[in-house]
Every structure is written in C-alpha cells, then in structure tokens.
C-alpha cells in the first residue's frame, strides 16, 4: 500500500516555528509512545538548535511499558530528558515542571551569575498532529494559570501561560510534520489512526496491520479473534470477518467492515498495549543526532 503525503503548509508553518522558537529556552516535544521514531520530526534538530531539549513520550497508557523505557534510555543517551506522559491525566504532568527546569539548569545558572534573578524559563510544545499537544496543554496549564500578553493595552504579541514563578509556555503549540519520505512512517501513522484520509483504503490498511501483528506479535490474533493465523492475510480478514459477523448481501464476508473493526479494536487498544516500534528496530537513530552529540 502506498501512502501518499501531501505536505501542504509545511514552509509556513516552519517560518512560524523558527520566530517561536527564537523567543523560548526549552523545547518540550511530544512524541507518541507507541511510534516515537514515526512521530518525530528530524527536522527539529536542525530548528531547535541550542535550545534545552525535552522529550515527552505520551499516550504512554496504550504502549508497552518495557518497550517506553527502552526508548527513553534510548534518547537519554542522545542528550534528552525524557518522561513518559499520559496527557489526558494531570497526575502525570506534575513531574514535567521539574523536568523543565532541569532542562534548563545552566541558563538558570547563566542567568544568575548576570544577576538575572527569577526570570522565568519560556517553554513551547512540539509535535506532529494528533500526538496530544492540546490535551497536554489543556491538562497542564489547567484553569488556575495567568494568561499574559494580548491584553487590552498590552503590546500584541504570543501569549504566554505563566505555570508558576519559574515556567512560562506559549500557549500554541509548534506544529511539526512528519517523515514524509518514509513509507513506513505513513504506515504506522496510519495504524494508530493519525492519517485520516479517505484515499487510504481500510482494508489494504488492514491487511497491512495483519502481517505486522502476525510478525511482531505473534497469537494476538488468535487470542483475541479465535481465528487461526496464517500466512495469506486476505484469509484470515476473512475469517476475522467471519468470526465477527461482517456478512454482506449475498451472504459473504465483508472486508471493509472486519478491517475497520480490527483497527478501531487496535487504535483503542483493545488488543492489549502495543508498541509498534523499538529502539532496536534498525531504522532508529539513523536521522537523528540529538542535543548531545
Ligand atoms: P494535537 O493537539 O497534537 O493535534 O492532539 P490532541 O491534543 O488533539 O489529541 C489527539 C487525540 O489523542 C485526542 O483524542 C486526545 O484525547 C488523545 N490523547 C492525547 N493524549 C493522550 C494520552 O496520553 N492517552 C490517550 N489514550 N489519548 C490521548 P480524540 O479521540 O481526537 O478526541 P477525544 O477522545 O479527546 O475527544
């Protein structure tokens, strides 16, 4: 299945990324926990350059455990902080404050030897659509944080949300793309349901889940299904289809139907905790340099 992109915005939305980033410390990027390589951009190395780093790899409550702490060791070694978020839940988020501050000790440290006392660290969220950023900034800034900027009389300009006396973070969120290039990074977007595009057939999509699972997990179907795993994809769609009742006039297995159901049940994680990619999967790290190297 090809996966076409269509980058659209894409140079705009970079020039307004490089003004924002001029006017931050620390940059803190989301990434999702069940696909951190798809969803990073690698261009933010190049964007974010000398700036402190942070990485949050979020929606951590629908990956595998083990898998989110290799990652984090993963790009702890590149020079990240990292944390892993659930950024619906504000429990999660307290930590993130400390992280920021962490991330930039040494400007603090600068600051203070200028005699620069309580400047607030300016921080931006980051990330490619749909990885969380509104959630996480609706769930960590809450109700109770002072909006500055654009007030009546105020200079026009970004508005900021102060945290506390020591946080402040711009209050839109930096939109990255994705790896546009990468055909597999299509395909694992598409699996968590990122692209939503009709000229993405669901049952090709499907099939493609299929092989993975089959591949990567092997007996989740059957678990889950109790259908029997096989080589050719198609049958066991049609089993599944089957299995699940997905009948169509004439009284044959409809495709679309099975292949929407086994994606919807992957997407919410009813399959169980899944993480589609590792650190060790080889293509990791190619791209990627990080704030320490
Ligand atoms: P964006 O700004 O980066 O584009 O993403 P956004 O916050 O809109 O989040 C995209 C979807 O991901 C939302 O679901 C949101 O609730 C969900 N989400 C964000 N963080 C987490 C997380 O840590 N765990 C889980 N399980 N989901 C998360 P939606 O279905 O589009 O909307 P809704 O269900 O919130 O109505």
Partial sequence: MHFQWYPGHMTKAKRAMQEDI?????????????????????????????????????KKDMADSNVTKQWQDYYEKKGYLTL?????QKQDLKQVNS?????????????????????????????IPNVGKSTFINSFAGKSCVKTGNKPGVTKGKQWIRLNKQVELLDTPGILWPKFEDQKVGQHLAFIGSIRDERIQSVDLGLDLIEFLEKEHVGILEKHYQIEEKEDSVEVLNDLAIRRGCIQKGQTPNLDKAAF?????????????ISIETPSDGKEGQDETGPGN
Avoid: H, T, W
């Fill in 22 to 58: 001029r006017l931050i410390d620390v940059v803190v990027e989301l990434v999702d926990a069940r696909i951190p390589y798809s969803s990073k951009n690698p261009d933010i190395e190049s964007l974010a350059q000398g700036k402190s780093r942070v990485i949050l790899l979020n």
């Fill in 99 to 127: 992280l920021i501050q962490k991330a930039c000790e040494e400007k603090i440290l600068r600051d203070r030897k200028r005699g620069i006392i309580n400047r607030p660290v300016r921080a931006m969220i980051v990330g």
């Fill in 84 to 88: 892993a978020v659930n950024a619906r």
């Fill in 261 to 273: 159901l086994l994606l919807d049940d992957f997407r919410n994680a009813r399959l169980g905790k």
